[in-house]
C-alpha cells in the first residue's frame, strides 16, 4: 500500500493495475463505448475526462483537491441513491496523457465502502478515426453493506460506469 506522511494508504496493494491486466480476487469491469470521431473529439472527451466532468455530470464529485487530474489528489465521491449515500475517499494513483490515451485512475482510501482502483479514459482509434470512452475497474467489498450487497452492488456499478459514459458523451463540442 502506497502512503506519504499527510496521505493515508490506499486499501489495497495493487496499486496501478488499471494500467495493464487487472489482478486476481477482484471483481473486475470494463465498459467500452464510441463517443465520437477525430482528433478534435479526442481532445474534448480527454480534456473533460481529466477535469471529472463524468463525476459531476452524474452529481457524485463531493470534492476534488485539484481541479483537474493530478497523481496523488484526493477525491471524494458520494455513493448512493437520493439522500441515501456514503462519502467515498479516493486518491489519484496515475495520469494518462498519451498520444491515443487520456485519463485517470483513482484508488480506494479508507472509508470506501469498495476496496480497488477505477480508470476512467478516452482512447483515439487512429486508424478509424473513432473516440472511445473506457471506464475499467477492479474492486471487492470493504464495507458489510456491500459484502451483503453482492450481485446488486456490481450491477450498480456497471450501471454507473454507463452512465459516466453517457454522461461524457453530452460534453459539448469546442467552440
Given at each position: 500500500m502506497t502512503?506519504?506522511?499527510d496521505s493515508p494508504a490506499f486499501t489495497y496493494s495493487d496499486v496501478g493495475a488499471t494500467r495493464g491486466s487487472m489482478p486476481a480476487g477482484y471483481h473486475r469491469l470494463e465498459v467500452r463505448r464510441r463517443l465520437g470521431r477525430g482528433p478534435d473529439d479526442f481532445r474534448r472527451f480527454g480534456d473533460a475526462v481529466l477535469s471529472y466532468r463524468m463525476q459531476r455530470g452524474l452529481g457524485l464529485l463531493a470534492e476534488a483537491q485539484?481541479?483537474?487530474a493530478e497523481p496523488g489528489a484526493r477525491v471524494?465521491?458520494?455513493l448512493g441513491i437520493g439522500r441515501v449515500g456514503v462519502l467515498a475517499p479516493c486518491r489519484v494513483v496515475y495520469v494518462l496523457d498519451e498520444e491515443d490515451r487520456r485519463g485517470f485512475a483513482y484508488g480506494t482510501l479508507p472509508g470506501?465502502?469498495?476496496?480497488?482502483?477505477?480508470l476512467f479514459a478516452v482512447e483515439y482509434d487512429r486508424a478509424t478515426a473513432t473516440v472511445y470512452g473506457v471506464v475499467a475497474a477492479f474492486s471487492r467489498p470493504a464495507a458489510w453493506y456491500t459484502r451483503l450487497g453482492g450481485p446488486v452492488t456490481r450491477a450498480a456499478q456497471r450501471l454507473a460506469a454507463e452512465a459516466y459514459l453517457v454522461t461524457l458523451r453530452r460534453t459539448p463540442s469546442l467552440p
Open positions: 502512503s506519504s506522511a485539484t481541479p483537474r471524494t465521491v458520494r470506501h465502502p469498495a476496496s480497488g482502483e477505477e
